[in-house]
């Protein structure tokens, strides 16, 4: 069946602007999450969200980064007032429910001049 | 605090032999230890996880990783290397704390030379 898959593939833009990036999970699963890698920081938890639930933010690096999930299936990351330390690969990943194996999706690739 | 470490940036290894990609973690009570791959400009692929049971875990292409718990340890292995086998490797133990969230190693780069 379809992977996870991610929105657009890359994004160029420019500092201050604001960013919007998309994620389609695996159909049937419930827990969906993001993650960021960078090559300073690595592989870092940024959101996850489980159900009806409420999300657990406790990986967003500032309130400029929020993310919600409509209808609990599609997922938007926003990003507000871009800086150049926002350039990363941000990568979604899907789950049956807690405690089973994550997908990830190929990630977006975010360069913010 | 729970932690992964992955000791080598990367390892070099020949085609057909045999290779082992080194992880350790910190955590507190029985740990959910995790391998993906990552191929260039693509996302991360599951290879196989650690939940209860059997020490040495099989997965996909050929890998397993043994768990050893008194050496706090993952370590990836294969039997016989191929050059397409090159690639980033993570290793991620879940966090226990509440939400399902993975914390990854830092990677290690896979080279495999004919």
């Known amino acids: 069946g379809a992977g996870v898959s991610q929105s657009p593939s890359n994004k160029v833009t420019e500092k201050g602007k604001d960013v919007e990036l998309r994620c389609d999970p695996i159909s049937g699963h419930t827990a969906l999450y993001w993650y960021r890698q960078s090559l300073g920081q690595g592989l870092e938890f940024l959101i996850y969200?489980?159900?009806?639930?409420?999300?657990?933010k406790s990986g967003l690096p500032s309130d400029r980064f929020s993310a919600e999930r409509t209808g609990g299936s599609v997922s938007t990351l926003t990003i507000q007032r871009t800086q150049q330390e926002d350039s990363a690969v941000y990568l979604c990943?899907?789950?049956?429910?807690?405690?089973?194996?994550?997908?990830f999706g190929p990630g977006t690739r975010l360069l913010v001049l | 605090a729970q932690s992964v470490a992955q000791p080598e940036d990367q390892v070099n290894v020949a085609e057909g032999n045999p290779l082992t990609v080194k992880c350790t973690y910190s955590v507190s009570g029985n740990p959910y230890l995790f391998w993906y791959v990552q191929y260039p400009n693509r996302g991360l692929q599951f290879l196989l996880k650690y939940i209860t049971g059997d020490n040495l875990v099989k997965g996909s292409y050929g890998f397993e990783a043994e768990f050893n718990k008194s050496q706090t340890s993952f370590h990836l292995k294969k039997p016989s290397a191929l050059v397409s086998d090159s690639a980033l490797y993570f290793c991620?133990?879940?966090?226990?704390?509440?939400?399902?969230?993975?914390?990854f190693g830092a990677g290690t780069r896979l080279a495999v030379h004919p």
């Open positions: 991620a133990v879940r966090d226990r704390g509440g939400y399902n969230k993975l914390i």
């Open positions: 990943a899907s789950s049956l429910g807690l405690a089973e194996t994550q997908y």
């Open positions: 969200f489980q159900g009806n639930s409420a999300p657990d």
